[in-house]
């Protein structure tokens, strides 16, 4: 069994995680699911920082218990300039618990530290890097071991730059001209941010992955007066962290009513801020579908609209032909408390129909599936009692729609 743990801010470090789990069938976990580990290829990846681990990286490998002690362990380390010798860091956490470390690579991608440095994001980049992966996934293949250099005294003491050792960073940010699409929070993989009528509020366990910053379609987030007016880094991988991050319930159930109305509430997808939205109200809780949210009243239970934030640059494109469904409306069954928020823990797929303007957000075709129209331009289908998909019909000539391959 082969299992690649990851952390990643701007998604460098899952674009690399996901490319060797292809190759060597492991599975990608989030770092902060440790405990016992058994199995025999362990993967280590995460991005260097300040020459040395990310906070999350640090604790990872202080509470890992790995129990395999001839487990063949890599480090695949993405960086932006220097890396210094952060393999060497992991190697000194890992003896601590009587394994070592086998093989060590680093991977050059784009940086991303913002205060310092430009967003260097190129093809002639990309390139370097896919070949330098493939190198390395051969390596890992054949389980090559590779001499893991020590983490020496100057790489410690430049590591005690790293601004989260020695302040509260949430305290260094500001926000002008947010959009309340609520990505900053979904993509934090500390969950370090909340939202307080829809803007985001930082607390005192950020990490410094600059996440948050680079995903804000409105460039709202700056960071300590150093990233005004630079920038930010679009990622494909960014819009796939928060998978890596959710915390799923995958139990909400859901039914439909065909006796109550539909809402009347039409949503629009406002293509600059990679978000749905909608005028009217919002409800007091929801249910996330990747970062999309599905508002719920929280005393009829019965689903509003979606809205937020929902990544063009990876929906698919797909003949559709929308379902025929009645008026009515889709009542969540469990019962939930105003302000809470449930995560679908399955990664939902969006397809899009040029030719006629609809959207199928999750399963195609569904068994036993009833379709509802909830709201003016959305019908769901239902399964099961699973909300299996939602389907969104925009008209053809607007913003989106030209811009969808
Ligand atoms: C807080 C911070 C510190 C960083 N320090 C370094 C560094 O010391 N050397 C370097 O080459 N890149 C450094 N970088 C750049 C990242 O390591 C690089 O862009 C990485 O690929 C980002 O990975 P991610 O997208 O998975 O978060 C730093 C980035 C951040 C956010
Ligand atoms: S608050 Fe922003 S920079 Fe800090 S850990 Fe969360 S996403 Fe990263
Ligand atoms: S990502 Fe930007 S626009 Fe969206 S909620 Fe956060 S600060 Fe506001």
Redesign the pocket.
Known sequence: MAVIYC????????YAANKISAEINAEVVNMKSVGECDADVIGIV??????GL?KTVERFLGDIRITNKNAYIFAVI???????GADGAVDVLLKKQGVKLSYSAKVR?????LPEFKVNDSKALWEKTDRRLDHVISDIKRRAVSKIAPYTAFNKT?HQN??PLKTDCGKLFTVNGCRHCNACAYVCPNGNITLENGSPKFGSNCE????CVHICPAGAIDYNNKTQGKKRYK?VMQYEIHQLNARGFNRTRFEIDYTKPRNILTVEYVADEYSFTYEGGYPDSSVMINCLELGINSETGIAEQISGYHAYPIWKSASLTPPEAKDGALVMLDKIESGVTYQMKDNVTTYYDKSNGWLCIGALDCDNAEYVRFSENCIAAVGDGKLAAIWVSLPTDCEIMKRLK
Do not use: I, K, Q
Request: glycine fraction near 18%; hydrophobic fraction near 35%.
């Open positions: 952390f990643s801010g701007t998604g460098n470090s899952l995460f991005p260097v920082y300040f020459w990310p993405t960086y932006g300039g220097l890396a210094g991608m784009v940086r991303n530290y430049l790293y601004p410094l992955c600059f996440g990622n």
